[in-house]
Nanobody
Framework: QVQLVESGGGLVQAGGSLRLSCVTS????????MAWFRQAPGKEREFVAA?????????DYGASVKGRFTISRDNPKNTVYLQMTSLKPEDTAVYYC????????????????WGQGTQVTVSS
């Protein structure tokens, strides 16, 4: 399995931006589809964004973040990013990076590798 470590979370005002990073180790990241999920207190873990393996030619986004968030990958740096703009208080959650071999998925059950999460708090 691949090990994942997220960073970049913090406190930001509504309308602001943050960039999350997910650094991987243990396996070649290029053969993994990567995704971001988030979980707010008292809620289930929610799909945020995903990017296909290799060059990342295919991306997908949750309806609530489409047009505001962008997922990207830098395979030589073993890093996946989530650029978040126009942040809203409802974006407040712990954000998790996840990896699975090859195929993209929006389902948490399909991912066997998870990071520890990074907190994002958006104030109104």
């Amino acid at each position: 399995q691949v090990q994942l470590v997220e960073s970049g979370g913090g406190l930001v005002q509504a309308g602001g931006s943050l960039r999350l990073s997910c650094v991987t180790s243990g396996r070649t990241i290029s053969t993994y589809a990567m995704a971001w999920f988030r979980q707010a207190p008292g809620k289930e873990r929610e799909f945020v964004a995903a990017i296909s393996w290799g060059g990342g030619s295919t991306t997908d986004y949750g309806a609530s973040v489409k047009g505001r968030f962008t997922i990207s990958r830098d395979n030589p740096k073993n890093t996946v990013y989530l650029q978040m703009t126009s942040l809203k208080p409802e974006d407040t959650a712990v954000y998790y990076c996840a990896a699975r071999p090859v195929s993209v998925s929006k389902n948490t059950r399909d991912f066997g590798s998870w990071g520890q999460g990074t907190q994002v708090t958006v104030s109104s």
